[in-house]
T-cell receptor, first 112, second 118 residues
Framework: GNSVTQMEGPVTLSEEAFLTINCTYT??????LFWYVQYPGEGLQLLLK???ADDKGSNKGFEATYRKETTSFHLEKGSVQVSDSAVYFC???????????WGAGTKLIIKP | DTGVSQNPRHKITKRGQNVTFRCDPI?????LYWYRQTLGQGPEFLTY????????KSRLLSDRFSAERPKGSFSTLEIQRTEQGDSAMYLC????????????????FGPGTRLLVL
């Protein structure tokens, strides 16, 4: 079946550090890929997405590139801020049924 | 744009009781999804509606669970004879599907209803 695996957290970084959160997927077919973020006390929000191979999604300084050859969609940011502290979820959807299939989430803690 | 709203935000109930949650999607959205999220895990799909039609149900949705979207607007999720294993956050999301299928459709999430079964 289809699945998403992302690196376990928590990930703890200092402000202005470089961030990578790894995400790999298994899919029978050609999925669309997403990163959602959940800030403390808030609901899930779409951070970025990509719908075809080699596409780069970007938002708020975060980027992720759809790599079909490595089945990956790693999230990166060049310089993190304390306000980026949140839980980040990688997810995929297939055209056939639209439901999102999620990774377990990675908690990110940024220290000043 | 008021976003997706869910009520109640929190529910504590005793095992064996029935509970009902409500979701109000973004007003023009025609698709509505229910997910369940347990602590430390990503959400798991339960079911989805296109307008008032329930098009897919997960195997997670046992016969104690029922969802409706009677007029294609708000939706309710009912759990009968609750069990302690039903304790979770129940999330609702909505999206706008056009006539032509679109890859990477964005789902907009509500704040969730946290259920605790004692």
């Amino acid at each position: 079946g289809n699945s998403v695996t992302q690196m376990e957290g928590p990930v703890t970084l200092s402000e202005e550090a470089f961030l990578t959160i790894n995400c790999t997927y298994t899919a029978t077919g050609y999925p669309s890929l997403f990163w959602y973020v959940q800030y403390p006390g808030e609901g899930l929000q779409l951070l970025l997405k990509a719908t075809k191979a080699d596409d780069k999604g970007s938002n708020k300084g975060f980027e992720a590139t759809y790599r079909k050859e490595t089945t990956s969609f790693h999230l990166e940011k060049g310089s993190v801020q304390v306000s980026d502290s949140a839980v980040y979820f990688c997810a995929l959807s297939m055209d056939s049924n639209y439901q999102l299939i999620w990774g377990a989430g990675t908690k990110l803690i940024i220290k000043p | 744009d008021t976003g997706v709203s869910q009520n109640p935000r929190h529910k504590i109930t005793k095992r064996g009781q029935n509970v009902t949650f409500r979701c109000d999607p973004i007003s023009e959205h025609n698709r509505l999804y229910w997910y369940r999220q347990t602590l430390g895990q990503g959400p798991e799909f339960l079911t989805y509606f296109q307008n008032e039609a329930q098009l897919e149900k997960s195997r997670l949705l046992s016969d104690r669970f029922s969802a409706e979207r009677p007029k294609g607007s708000f939706s309710t999720l009912e759990i009968q004879r609750t069990e302690q294993g039903d304790s979770a956050m129940y999330l609702c999301a909505s999206s706008l599907a056009g006539l032509a299928a679109m890859r990477g459709e964005t789902q907009y999430f509500g704040p969730g209803t946290r259920l605790l079964v004692l």
